[in-house]
């Protein structure tokens, strides 16, 4: 099983520092209103907000290090294996007749941290795709030419 660069766990929590601030000031909010003098509690509502805030980073910090241990992904011969998920544990296939076409992206953040992703997308129902985050550019080219090529050689041959 292959990992994901350790750098990716930095990105996923800087994402998580925006809902932890906005539930600290909706916390915050909730607190002055309910006080009796709401305008002249805020600053006693405050260490409610943090406290919401920190909890709620604490928590995410928590899920971010299950996370990045819980996701590998694996080239085999016939299909790429991807397991990911904290609570949910989830193990996905993707036999290579089915890939219709791979991305490789990257997002603002994860170039100010040098890091993409690849998408494969397959055929079948809407939403039909599966990500591979947490890779250096270099690696993510690497994972779209070997799995295009392996997709290329999985093809049916139309000739008869």
Known sequence: ??????????????????PSLFLGAVAIGVTAVLSSNPLGNISEALP??????LLVFGLGVVHTLFR???FGYEVQDDA????????????TVVP???????????????????????????AGSRGADVSVPGLLP????DLQQRLRTLAGESEP????
């Open 1 to 18: 099983m292959e990992r994901i660069h350790p750098r990716v766990r930095i990105l996923w929590l800087l994402r998580g520092v925006f």
């Open 48 to 53: 409610v907000g943090g406290a919401v805030a």
């Open 68 to 70: 990045y241990r819980a």
């Open 80 to 91: 790429l294996y991807i397991e990911r998920g904290v609570l949910t544990k989830v193990n």
């Open 96 to 122: 290579y007749v089915r890939v219709q076409h791979i991305d490789t992206q990257r997002n603002p953040f994860e170039r100010v941290f040098g890091l993409g992703h690849v998408v494969v997308y397959t």
């Open 138 to 141: 270099g690696q993510a080219t």
């Open 157 to 160: 041959d139309d000739a008869v």
